[in-house]
């Protein structure tokens, strides 16, 4: 996928179908900018229906697809209004064919990978023991404790437990995920209850090839995890500021936009393990403070 296909395709598809209505309709400006959206509508069921694209792909593009579809609504309602007027046989055809004059010398332009970074925090009411404890290794995650919401929407595989055998440097933890997904994460920075940082690898080639769309699937052509790094900061008595952060890299001729939902995706998946950690910490402190107390 390319700038090209996101941006004339559309385009081009919105032009030709309020080109070739008729021309009481071509003249309503409501009608020009939002009947595409029932030709896009369409195209996304019929590539669904035949697994040509996954919903999660159309989830991400189908913005760019119902914006530039208007916008050749637009040019389609333009020209047919002009055609009226001045008898003229023009011919919107370039707009429809334009896909593929440019699509291949825009996919012959080399791309380079970017390297983006993903930043989320939480406060934690515990000690600072209780807290690394549930950072380093994190037991199964219940359905009422997942708060995640715009990965199940994308189909992505929920985090389901992560084990750490080694609290030092060179440690292997490992990350499951929902639907055969794993994350071999290896230490390589390490302050007890300060600070852990963990190069990420993707078990890529041993996922089910249902278990991702092929443009989010983590460790492929297009987009991948490279590490991650937790810092424990005090703020208070007893409470923490528990920093987790990621870097990961895309590889498109539209990186701009694609590392806009990369990072809402990491945000989503990294704010809901912060949680499970903040909510786990909490609860067994407030326990122990009971219990002491009595």
């Known amino acids: 996928m390319s700038w090209t296909f996101f941006i004339t395709v559309p385009m081009g598809l919105g032009a030709l179908m309020v080109y070739l209505s008729p021309l009481k309709q071509a003249k309503l400006l409501g009608y020009a900018l939002f009947a595409p959206w029932l030709l896009v509508l369409a ?12 919903w999660g792909c159309w989830l991400m593009i189908s913005p760019l697809f119902f914006i530039f579809s208007s916008l050749g609504g637009g040019v389609g309602r333009y020209f047919k209004i002009r055609k009226s007027k001045k008898q003229e046989n023009l011919n919107i055809s370039i707009l429809v064919v334009l896909p593929f004059l440019i699509g ?10 970017e390297i983006y970074t993903t930043y989320t925090s939480i406060i934690i009411n515990s000690d600072a023991e209780t807290i690394w404890q549930n950072v380093t290794s994190v037991r199964e995650i219940q359905k009422n404790e997942d708060h995640s919401q715009l990965i199940p929407l994308l189909g992505f595989p929920k985090p389901v437990k992560a084990e750490l055998d080694t609290l030092a440097i060179g440690g292997f933890r490992k990350a499951i995920f929902e639907r055969g997904l794993i994350f071999n994460e290896t230490v390589t920075q390490y302050e007890d209850q300060k600070l852990m940082t963990f190069q990420i690898k993707a078990n890529t080639f041993e996922i089910p090839s249902t ?3 092929e443009h989010i699937l983590i460790g492929g052509a297009y987009f991948d995890m490279l ?3 937790y810092e424990l900061k005090m703020t208070g008595k007893n409470q923490y500021k528990l920093i987790l952060y990621s870097n990961f890299s895309m590889k498109t001729t539209f990186n701009s936009y694609a590392s806009i939902w990369g990072n809402w995706i990491m ?19 407030d326990n122990l403070t009971s219990y002491n107390q009595n």
């Open 43 to 54: 195209v996304i069921a019929i590539t669904i229906l035949i697994e040509l694209e996954g």
């Open 267 to 285: 945000k989503d998946i990294q704010n809901n393990i912060l949680k499970v950690i903040k909510s786990r910490s909490e609860n067994k402190y």
């Open 211 to 213: 278990t991702l769309d």
């Open 227 to 229: 590490n991650g790094t």
């Open 104 to 113: 291949p010398l825009e996919n012959s332009i080399a791309t380079k990978p």
